[in-house]
Nanobody
Framework: QVRLVESGGGLVQAGDSLRLSCAASGGSISTFVDTFATGWFRQAPGLEREFVAT???????YLADSVKGRFTISRDNAENTVYLQMNNLKPEDTAVYYCTASDLALTIGGVLDYALGKNYPYWGQGTQVTVSS
């Protein structure tokens, strides 16, 4: 069973930065190099879960328009860890952030769109990020 564990969330003020980490272990996917993509989704109270960022096996990155220019996703294959660097945080970034991993051949658009949560079989428990104004 693949296990994803997030860390790094917290309470910050608008304009501050945070770095989220996600460590993977176990299962048939022993390292991130064996997955096609790893990434982050978030869910705010009362809202649907939304895509934030993903990084493919060849380290191509995709970011939601709402976070472009502020968030960066990266991966350390040797450490089986994916990071989400969040700068210039805004109150609307407040949410539970979930780490995800997928061994599917994700695409831009279509049924295997990288931005669809259903295409990620593996999920962490989430970490809370709260941004005060």
């Amino acid at each position: 069973q693949v296990r994803l564990v997030e860390s790094g969330g917290g309470l910050v003020q608008a304009g501050d930065s945070l770095r989220l980490s996600c460590a993977a272990s176990g299962g048939s996917i022993s390292t991130f190099v064996d997955t096609f993509a790893t990434g982050w989704f978030r869910q705010a109270p009362g809202l649907e879960r939304e895509f934030v960022a993903t990084i493919s096996r060849n380290e191509k990155t995709y970011l939601a328009d709402s976070v472009k220019g502020r968030f960066t996703i990266s991966r350390d294959n040797a450490e089986n860890t994916v990071y989400l660097q969040m700068n210039n945080l805004k109150p609307e970034d407040t949410a539970v952030y979930y780490c995800t991993a997928s061994d599917l051949a994700l695409t831009i658009g279509g049924v295997l769109d990288y931005a669809l949560g259903k295409n990620y079989p593996y999920w962490g428990q989430g970490t809370q990020v709260t941004v005060s104004s």
